[in-house]
């Protein structure tokens, strides 16, 4: 749920808002819009890690009708934007409160109650991703079509106000051990067993690095880059997917339900990639999304028949299902439980800043050079590369030296 509450700030909403919005403001035009997402979203990436120690501080508890009422004013204040000043503060919160802190905190919470069924958890988490790349932006096309865009933006504020302020107060708890439980909801403590003796993953530590040493990591890095591509290139398609599927020959009315289909496939891939990171190796999986995303490139540079979009939006789904969950769970399951607000929304804030620059490349190919080519080629080899050094990015040792 908190994932789907995201809605309003995640790119695939507000793509659907802008030409309607740039309509109504004449001093506004699509470079001035996309440079405001831009801004919004880089601005977004660089104050996320700042809240993340927060977060491990005081918890979902609090933060999730904070955020909440913060995002539903956003809502409010963009319903009213008629300048240019005005739509770069509000994107500005719509990614700050929407994109980034209601991700960090569904996540948060996942990697804080579970351990041994953390994957699955994840895996239910993107389902409510999926869901809402497969029903808001239809629903947001037909509100604004039947009312406006400043009623559609008013509804979004009135849907967070009413159902996800005071309920996640009322039924949150941040820390199973604060209710007399541990991890997967279990009375009794988990055994503290050799590594190869435990049931639990060898892929799960219960050790708890700082931000500090996960940054020096390479692994982390390694993680980060296939986070932060497939940002880039998701968003980039997602902004500019009406204009690559009718250059061959999708109806005008049918990329939205593309997406919802891509977002279909995402489900089940979910569930499926969050059974399977109990048994495969997350670089493993990872790897394997970074190479369907890049296939999925290769067939937009040579799709010439509008059927060839149900494939590509197979492939993308496949895939968004994959790094959602496992991309994901994988920051906890490798640097512990303690310091995860930190150390997630670190990489969390380099995947935020990958979505903002996601839609440059096909902007300034189709301005200057005249076609989507040029930047669907680096779509295609930006996650190859991140695909092959992934499998390289085995699961980290922290190496604790003592001081005396």
């Not at 958890?121 to 400043?150: H, K, R």
């Not at 995303?293 to 028949?305: D, P, Q, R, V, Y």
Request: hydrophobic share 45%; charged share 10%.
């Amino acid at each position: 749920m908190t994932i789907y509450m995201s809605s309003p700030g995640q790119s695939h909403s507000i793509g659907v808002f802008r030409a309607d919005m740039i309509a109504s403001m004449e001093t506004i035009q699509d470079t001035d819009y996309m440079l405001a997402y831009m801004f919004a979203t880089i601005f977004s990436g660089l104050a996320i890690p700042l809240v993340g120690p927060y977060v491990d501080r005081y918890g979902a508890r609090f933060f999730l009708p904070l955020t909440s009422v913060c995002l539903a004013a956003t809502c409010v204040l963009m319903s009213h934007v008629q300048h240019l000043s005005t739509l770069y503060i509000g994107l500005s919160l719509l990614r700050i409160f929407g994109q980034g802190l209601m991700c960090l905190l569904g996540a948060w919470l996942v990697g804080e109650w579970f351990e041994q069924r953390r994957g699955f958890a994840m895996g239910v988490i993107g389902i409510g991703g999926a869901l809402s790349v497969a029903t808001v932006p239809i629903a947001n096309a037909w509100l604004i079509e039947n009312t406006s865009w400043q009623d559609t933006w008013i509804t979004h504020a009135w849907v967070l106000g009413l159902c996800f302020v005071i309920p996640p107060y009322l039924l949150v708890r941040n820390r199973p051990e604060s209710e007399g439980l541990f991890p997967d909801c279990q009375f009794d403590a988990p055994q503290t067993l050799p590594e190869e003796e435990t049931k639990y993953s060898p892929h799960i530590t219960r050790d708890n690095w700082e931000r500090r040493e996960a940054l020096r990591d390479t692994t982390f890095w390694k993680l980060v880059l296939c986070w932060a591509s497939t940002s880039l290139v998701g968003t980039g398609i997602v902004i500019y997917q009406k204009t690559i599927f009718q250059s061959v020959g999708v109806p005008d009315n049918k990329p939205y339900y593309v997406l919802a289909l891509q977002a279909c496939v995402a489900i089940g891939t979910c569930l499926t990639a969050g059974h399977l990171t109990t048994r495969i190796q997350a670089r493993y999986l990872m790897a394997t999304a970074m190479f369907l995303l890049s296939g999925a490139m290769l067939l937009l540079l040579t799709m010439t028949t509008p059927w060839m979009a149900i494939v590509v939006a197979i492939l993308l789904g496949t895939q968004g299902g994959i790094i959602r969950t496992v991309g994901s769970v994988v920051w906890v399951n490798y640097y512990g439980r303690k310091n995860q607000g930190a150390i997630s929304g670190s990489a969390l804030s380099l995947a935020v800043i990958g979505s903002a620059l996601g839609p440059l490349p096909l902007a300034m190919s189709s301005d200057y050079l005249g076609s989507t080519v040029p930047a669907l080629t680096g779509f295609f080899i930006l996650p190859l590369v991140a695909g092959l050094l992934v499998l390289t990015a085995k699961p980290p040792k922290r190496t604790i030296v003592s001081e005396t």
